[in-house]
């Protein structure tokens, strides 16, 4: 089963140092130096006849390790929507390696959440320095887990607008725990053992994200508790979903309700019908928080019949099965376009 917010590696094959092309656009690599020292490989795409300073798209990707280059013909729906976003957005577009990624060093497998956030800061700072950009016009497209990360940069750096894709509001235990009833139920579990799982997990959850235990302490303490990891989705012996314990527990630390209540520009959140790794109340949590501070400034769009890969299918079963989907990211895409076009219109 593919783990939470992963557009698997498989499926991108990018090589790191393969040269992306698009028709009538620009692209370019540069290297983004961070405060301690290490260096991540920037991929940034423009109008490749435009002048002056341009509208900008930050993306602030998923959580697995995997790059966000994109292929001539990609064949997953994360790239098959960003190369939709690089070619008809008509804006500067900026995507940065995470650590160990490409050409970035630094090793993302061990990377931690308040780095990785504190990475995408660091990004946006760059972004606004540069003589191409206009920097009253630049809008955080946060994918995935980027969604978390989109209202903590936001709230500190202004910005034009926040775009997310399948990620809440709510805390990161809470997404956990549903993320987990989500696969029980659509996996087919006895009903008559749903209560009894689900109340494992939540005591499980609440002794690693809460009181930041390893998985290893809490089985030496309560050997039921802790045999659950095992049937925990994404699970290994250092880490969950690819990435550290600290991850985890740190993101359980952020808390992205109050970032989103601080965040003064127009939100668009966007969910599809069919992804079971997100909530529908957690994604339309945000545009409610935005709305409580400035009515209308939230906006909060559902996609049909879509997955969290920005697939269609038939059914949520088929949808968590991964069955006869078929990748189409253009009834999101089209939503996106129309969000931003009104975005980048408004006047400095």
Not at 152 to 181: C, D, H, N, S, Y
């Amino acid at each position: 089963m593919r783990a939470f917010f992963i557009a698997a590696a498989s499926l991108f094959c990018v090589l790191a140092n393969a040269a992306e092309t698009h028709p009538n656009i620009t692209t370019s690599y540069g290297t983004l130096t961070l405060r301690d020292g290490v260096k991540l490989q920037t991929i940034v795409t423009k109008p490749a006849n435009a002048t002056g300073r341009l509208p900008a798209i930050l993306f602030v990707q998923w959580l697995s390790c995997d790059t966000v280059a994109i292929s001539d013909h990609p064949r997953d729906g994360w790239s098959a929507m960003l190369k939709q976003i690089v070619r008809r957005s008509n804006a500067l577009v900026w995507r940065t390696e995470k650590r160990g990624v490409g050409a970035s060093g630094g090793n993302c497998s061990t990377m931690d959440y308040d780095t990785e956030l504190a990475d995408h800061k660091r990004a946006l700072e760059q972004l606004k320095q540069r003589d191409d950009v206009d920097p009253n016009h630049i809008v955080i497209f946060g994918g995935s887990i980027g969604g978390t990360y989109a209202p903590l940069i936001a709230a500190e750096q202004p910005v034009a607008g926040v775009m997310i894709w399948g990620a809440g509001a709510t805390t990161w235990a809470e997404r956990m725990l549903k993320f987990e009833r989500n696969a029980l139920e659509l996996r087919g579990t006895p009903p008559e053992q749903l209560a009894r799982e689900m109340t494992l997990r939540l005591q499980f959850l609440d002794r690693y994200l809460i009181a930041k235990q390893t998985p290893a302490q809490i089985a030496a303490a309560d050997a039921a508790v802790g045999g659950v990891w095992s049937r925990i989705v994404g699970t290994a012996a250092d880490g969950q979903y690819g990435r550290p314990f600290a991850f985890h527990q740190q993101a359980q630390h952020a808390d992205w309700a109050a970032a989103w209540s601080k965040v003064k520009s127009p939100v668009l959140a966007m969910y599809g019908e069919y992804d079971w790794f997100e909530s529908r109340d957690a994604t339309s949590l945000i545009a409610r928080i935005v709305n409580a501070k400035s009515p209308g400034r939230g906006t909060h769009a559902e996609v049909p019949r879509m997955n969290h890969h920005f697939a269609q299918f038939a059914s949520a079963e088929a949808a968590f099965a991964e069955k006869d989907g078929r990748v189409n990211p253009e009834p999101a895409v089209e939503v996106m376009l129309a969000w931003l076009k009104k975005i980048f219109s408004r006047p400095s």
